[in-house]
């Protein structure tokens, strides 16, 4: 996976509400794992897997002090450039309280195991950047009994129509690639000019931490649409459960208010299909490893059936 660059990491970081419930979750969990009696003997091992430019380690160490804990901290990033950052927070600030490790996180070897690990690894359908096989990886950094933040999330999917997605995705053929291929890869999109023909339906869960540690699913949703209209595709939100009742959502029906840091997620269709009221869309979708590469496949069968989109991820794929 690519490196992000400066601005973008700046973007992230100036979310108001993602690293409030994030330091929420800390907090709440470190007091749930360390009593009033044990505050100053009981260190607690934290590990942030993929820091960046040091947000989640700063929302850690302030939760650890809203909570009167103790925390020793290892910041784990793969960047180069995001290490630096790190390296600058560790001299003026952190000081020994945090151990900064330049390290591919499937790659290092932890000096210690962990009573809690804290990652930011998800996309705009939740499990689309990685996080399941990062963090199924990272649960052998755990701590019998440890936790993970986030602990959990699903993905959703809503049919939508809209012509303008529709018209927009068909001009993004490119040349040196098959034609078609530009509906057969999701895009994150600011959704506007659409309708959405009926509400999301969950598609994948993943729990960390987990005995199952296959991330390949397959699902078939069903959904009752209420109009006359065109499915022209699919969109994509999710859902997280950071810790306890701490929860971040882009899903239109419980979205986390305030919340920028993710867009919603379009799989297209090559061909719109004509829709009735009361008609039923079925839809299969699945996730595939090859232990290589990760994609999604995707076809309509109900009310007809559409080609499978990026069979074998010929299209689009997300290198492990």
Known sequence: MDNLESQTYEVFEKDPIKYSQYQQAVYKCLLDRVPEEEKSTNVQVLMVLGAGRGPLVNASLRAAAQADRQI?????????NAVVTLENWRFEEWGDQVTVVSCDMRDWAAPEKADIIVSELLGSFGDNELSPECLNGAQNFLKEGGVSIPCSYTSFLAPLSSSKLYNEVRGCRERDRPPDSQFETPYVVRLH????LAPPKPCFTFNH?????SSSRSQCLRFSVQCNSVLHGFAGYFETTLYADITLSIRPETHSPGMFSWFPILFPLKQPIPLSRGEEVCLWFWRCNSGRKVWYEWAVTEPVCSAIHNPAGRSYTIGL
Do not use: G
């Open 209 to 213: 931490p987990s005995k199952d540690v």
């Open 72 to 80: 020793r901290v290892y910041a784990v990033e793969k960047n180069p």
């Open 193 to 196: 000019n659409f309708h959405q």
